[in-house]
């Protein structure tokens, strides 16, 4: 048995009974789906249909791990929580290679004016 790649729609559906065969598309109703998740292949049946529903709910939770914080892990906290001085402690930094630089007092001025109200 060998695997080949199923065609998609360019807005990222799968095309039912369609694959790619030496560079070409082809149509196999003979075929099953399988997608490749946690780097396994898992069987998904013979319906296209079903196929892409189960490959929505696959890259929905991948999607929601990545974007969720379940609050448990303290470092987890710390790097993914930005720090409510960062803005400013950077802003002060960069003002200060600039005076350090001898960067014109009127033009750190105007840099300010675009900085501070985010700090």
């Not at 998740?37 to 013979?46: D, L």
Request: aromatic share 10%; glycine share 8%.
């Amino acid at each position: 048995m060998a695997l080949l790649r199923g065609c998609l729609y360019s807005n990222g559906k799968i095309k039912p009974n369609r694959c790619i065969v030496g560079g070409k598309e082809e149509e196999h109703p003979e075929g099953a789906y399988y997608l490749y998740h946690t780097k396994q292949w898992i069987a998904v049946g013979a319906d296209a249909l079903e196929a892409q529903r189960q490959r929505n709910v696959r890259l929905d939770e991948e999607e929601f791990k990545r974007t969720a914080w379940n609050g448990s892990d303290a470092e987890d906290d710390r790097r993914n929580r930005p720090r409510q001085d960062s803005v400013t402690v950077a802003a002060e930094r960069y003002f200060s290679n600039l005076e350090a630089r001898g960067v014109d007092p009127k033009s750190i001025r105007t840099y300010r004016t675009g900085v501070d109200p985010f700090g």
